[in-house]
T-cell receptor, first 113, second 116 residues
Framework: GDSVTQMEGPVTLSEEAFLTINCTYT??????LFWYVQYPGEGLQLLLK?????DKGSNKGFEATYRKETTSFHLEKGSVQVSDSAVYFC????????????FGKGTRLSVIA | GAVVSQHPSWVICKSGTSVKIECRSL??????MFWYRQFPKQSLMLMAT?????????EQGVEKDKFLINHASLTLSTLTVTSAHPEDSSFYIC????????????FGPGTRLTVL
């Protein structure tokens, strides 16, 4: 079945450091790919998405490119802030409609001033 | 963007009681909704798929008699945790997919259940 693998955390960075959180996937067909963020005590919020190969999703300084050749969707940000501290989930869903998301295990990011 | 609400946002109950959690799509119709469970510092695990007008589909290992799901209308799904026990304490999250185009799912804010 479909699966998502993300780098293990926690990740601790200093403010203004460069962030990469690796995500690779296994899926049949052509899934849509997502990054969700969960701040402490809150639900999930969509951070960015990409629906086809070579698409780049971006939001709030975060970027991820759908790489079909490497089945990857790595999350990057050039300069993190303390307010970016959260848990980040990579996820996919097939494009056949009304199918649930398959989540990675999540990566906890802590940014220190 | 589309909005999904959950009620209550948190609940504390005694062991043996039942708790109902509501999930509503506020500005779109959802023939399907998903219920997830999240343990502390872990990922979301799909519990079941709620289908309007038909029975829910449960994931392997999820007790359907314990976690009752009713998709009462195109905008409402409910999850009832029956005879709750402390091990049922968790964060329950629902989501509803937008069926146009990109399959984006919209998540409710979650319900934190604590069973004493």
């Amino acid at each position: 079945g479909d699966s998502v693998t993300q780098m293990e955390g926690p990740v601790t960075l200093s403010e203004e450091a460069f962030l990469t959180i690796n995500c690779t996937y296994t899926a049949t067909g052509y899934p849509s790919l997502f990054w969700y963020v969960q701040y402490p005590g809150e639900g999930l919020q969509l951070l960015l998405k990409a629906t086809k190969a070579d698409d780049k999703g971006s939001n709030k300084g975060f970027e991820a490119t759908y790489r079909k050749e490497t089945t990857s969707f790595h999350l990057e940000k050039g300069s993190v802030q303390v307010s970016d501290s959260a848990v980040y989930f990579c996820a996919l869903t097939s494009n056949s409609g009304n199918t649930p998301l398959v989540f990675g295990k999540g990566t906890r990011l802590s940014v220190i001033a | 963007g589309a909005v999904v609400s959950q009620h209550p946002s948190w609940v504390i109950c005694k062991s043996g009681t039942s708790v109902k959690i509501e999930c509503r799509s506020l500005d779109f119709q959802a023939t399907t909704m998903f219920w997830y469970r999240q343990f502390p510092k872990q990922s979301l695990m799909l519990m079941a798929t709620s289908n309007e007008g038909s029975k829910a589909t449960y994931e392997q290992g999820v007790e359907k008699d314990k976690f009752l799901i009713n998709h009462a209308s195109l905008t409402l799904s409910t999850l009832t945790v029956t005879s709750a026990h402390p091990e049922d304490s968790s964060f329950y999250i629902c989501s509803a997919p937008r069926t146009s185009g990109d399959n984006e799912q919209f998540f409710g804010p979650g319900t934190r259940l604590t069973v004493l």
